[in-house]
């Protein structure tokens, strides 16, 4: 069974332009979380989707905005890049919309020079 | 506001001996607690889920614990090896798979 795949797994950008991340979850798994790392914050909470909702947004700005496709597969987008956007992004899925084991992605490293 | 912590930050031992990392949440209403590993610049891999229904679980040499009413859990690794040398994450899981993490131990096991 394939895990979950995030795609670019590296890209750099610069200030000021916009990035779209993928990700798509293990076969089955409705629920795509999203979660930013960073050395300075540790592993922050984005948002998270079920059935193409978001149920639950962390505290980030607008600029950060996902979507989740009738296959669950998820996309984040991050417009108007800052420095501070420098960071992995990592998906999670889990099979059930509650209380259910998150499995994670390898992620994806964005540098914003 | 659920806050996670774990102890210690950083940890080194040789390699055999036996280990406990330490997991504290502020908040006693969760609906899981997940351990994880993560080798540097990849991502999470998942190592041991406890339900808040459950006490504790165990996959090989690994054992972790949950006591929600006093907000902690413990890993307990045992027999350590080099190949268990990695940063060990904690992490509380909320409404809509929220998950709040603690800031992890690097774990250095010394041949």
């Known amino acids: 069974k394939a895990g979950v795949t995030q795609t670019p797994r590296y890209l750099i950008k610069t200030r000021g332009q916009q990035v779209t991340l993928s990700c798509s979850p293990i076969s089955g798994h409705r629920s795509v979380s999203w979660y930013q790392q960073t050395p300075g914050q540790g592993l922050q909470f984005l948002f998270e989707y079920f059935s193409e909702t978001q149920r639950n947004k962390g505290n980030f700005p607008g600029r950060f905005s996902g979507r989740q496709f009738s296959n669950s597969r998820s996309e984040m987008n991050v417009s108007t890049l800052e420095l501070g956007d420098s960071a992995l992004y990592l998906c999670?899925?889990?099979?059930?919309?509650?209380?259910?084991?998150?499995?994670f992605g390898e992620g994806s490293r964005l540098t914003v020079l | 506001k659920q806050e996670v912590t774990q102890i210690p930050a950083a940890l080194s031992v040789p390699e055999g001996e036996n280990l406990v990392l330490n997991c504290s949440f502020t908040?006693?209403?969760?609906?899981?607690l997940q351990w994880f590993r993560q080798d540097p610049g990849k991502g999470l891999t998942s190592l041991l889920l406890i339900q808040s229904s459950q006490r504790e679980q165990t996959s090989g040499r690994l054992n972790a614990s949950l006591d929600k009413s006093s907000g902690r859990s413990t890993l307990y690794i045992a027999a350590s090896q080099p190949g268990d040398s990695a940063t060990y994450l904690c992490a509380v899981i909320r409404y809509s798979n929220d998950m709040r993490f603690g800031a992890g131990t690097r774990l250095t096991v010394k041949p």
């Open positions: 908040d006693s209403a969760i609906y899981n």
């Open positions: 999670a899925s889990s099979p059930r919309g509650e209380g259910g084991e998150l499995f």
